[in-house]
């Protein structure tokens, strides 16, 4: 059905072998050769709503396939990291975000090893890509940056300095403006209350995203990440009353890492049954 010569037929096929390629595991090395010739073949001429699914098929066949997914390595990641520099209209943005969020999955599956020659370039193309005016490739690149740092761990902490400011920037973005009007006019709207329940903006989405991350990276880079903990602590904990239920969750989650993490950064030794505190 792929190679059906309906696009949209192609599109719901494609959709429909990233969900099964999730959760095949082992089961996918029999079909890997002819799912990475056809995933390769869409990604490069098939149609434009095609293309972000087939290279989000590629990141799930390269999670369930681990090791054997090796041979295919070099080329698929040529491939992403010319997609993750792509500019130009919101479709191009579109698929340069997927391309983002499937190379830390690549990542992921390779290992740190065999990704560690690429991890500058494209952690580069991931900080680009938050200069652009898209919230798409700023949740792209918060997804990057956790995947990446959960990954490399230590390593990680280079990028640091430039990563924390742009999670800090998404926490304290003013979402007034979604509702159409000003929170200055109309004391009664910062009420909870009068909040639509499940509503969520574009901007309440990437804070939920950036929560995400940046739980994971102090997690991975632990004390290096020290000097940004107090401003972003500060802005997890307001996230708590925000509107959305999964913005208020991920904060929670997050706040409950950095208790974690300090945990363990002040007691490195695993607690013995015992043994006096």
């Known amino acids: 059905m792929t190679s059906d010569s309906?696009?949209?037929?192609?599109?719901?096929?494609?959709?429909?072998?990233?969900?099964?390629?999730?959760?095949?595991?082992?089961?996918?090395?029999?079909?890997?050769?002819?799912?990475?010739e056809r995933l390769v073949a869409l990604l490069e001429s098939g149609p434009t709503e095609v293309k972000p699914i087939a290279l989000s098929a590629i990141g799930s066949a390269a999670h369930s396939s681990g090791e054997a997914f090796a041979p295919y390595f070099n080329e698929v990641v040529a491939r992403i990291k010319h997609a993750m520099a792509l500019t130009g209209d919101d479709d191009t943005l579109a698929?340069?975000?997927?391309?983002?969020?499937?190379?830390?999955t690549v990542a992921e599956a390779a290992g740190r090893d065999a990704f560690r020659?690429?991890?500058?370039e494209c952690t580069q193309l991931a900080m680009q890509g938050m200069e652009i005016d898209?919230?798409?490739?700023?949740?792209?690149?918060f997804c990057y940056v956790g995947v990446m740092s959960r990954v490399f761990e230590g390593e990680f902490a280079k990028y640091l300095s430039y990563i924390a400011p742009q999670i800090l920037q998404t926490l304290r973005m003013d979402e007034s403006s979604a509702f159409g009007y000003d929170s200055g006019e109309d004391p009664e709207m910062e009420d909870d209350d009068d909040m639509p329940l499940g509503f969520?903006?574009?901007?309440?989405?990437?804070?939920?995203?950036a929560a995400d991350a940046v739980g994971q990276l102090f997690a991975s880079t632990t004390t290096a990440f020290l000097p940004y903990v107090e401003e972003i602590t500060v802005e997890l904990i307001k996230l708590l009353?925000?509107?959305?239920?999964?913005?208020?969750?991920?904060?929670?989650?997050?706040?409950?890492?950095?208790?974690?993490?300090?945990?363990?950064i002040a007691s490195p030794d695993p607690w013995m049954p015992g043994v006096p505190l």
Request: a negative charge.
């Open 200 to 209: 969520n903006t574009a901007i309440s989405d990437e804070k939920e995203v």
């Open 117 to 120: 020659p690429h991890l500058d």
């Open 6 to 36: 309906n696009p949209t037929i192609v599109k719901y096929a494609t959709n429909a072998l990233d969900c099964i390629l999730e959760s095949m595991g082992d089961a996918s090395l029999a079909y890997l050769p002819q799912l990475m």
């Open 134 to 141: 898209s919230a798409t490739l700023r949740e792209s690149a």
């Open 241 to 264: 009353d925000h509107f959305s239920d999964t913005a208020r969750k991920a904060a929670t989650v997050a706040l409950f890492t950095f208790v974690r993490t300090f945990s363990k």
């Open 95 to 104: 698929l340069r975000g997927v391309a983002t969020d499937t190379i830390s």
